[in-house]
């Protein structure tokens, strides 16, 4: 079905159709873990002598992160399927 829809797109092997809001979330899930991973950057800055806390928290802040984009699934929308 979406090698067809594809054809009918004239849409090469490289492109691919995504719904805007799809997008969007992936584009903010990816800001987010930006931002997480400066701030563990700064936050574990040799210069400071981070403790084992700020380790624990720079890793539960990374995880929180990082899970939503590691788990995001992007499925077709079933309007654009059919």
């Not at 079905?1 to 009918?8: L, N």
């Not at 950057?41 to 624990?56: G, H, M, N, Q, Y």
């Not at 928290?57 to 995880?63: E, F, I, T, V």
Request: charged share 30%; with cysteine; aromatic share 4%.
């Amino acid at each position: 079905m979406a090698r067809q829809r594809a054809s009918e797109l004239q849409l090469s092997e490289d492109e691919l159709v995504i719904a805007r809001k799809e997008l969007d979330t992936l584009r903010d899930l990816v800001y987010v873990l930006k931002c997480a991973i400066a701030d563990v950057e700064a936050d574990l800055d040799p210069a400071i002598d981070p403790t084992t806390r700020d380790f624990k928290a720079a890793l539960k802040w990374l995880l929180l992160a990082a899970k939503p984009l590691a788990e995001d699934q992007i499925h077709p929308s079933p309007s654009r399927a059919a």
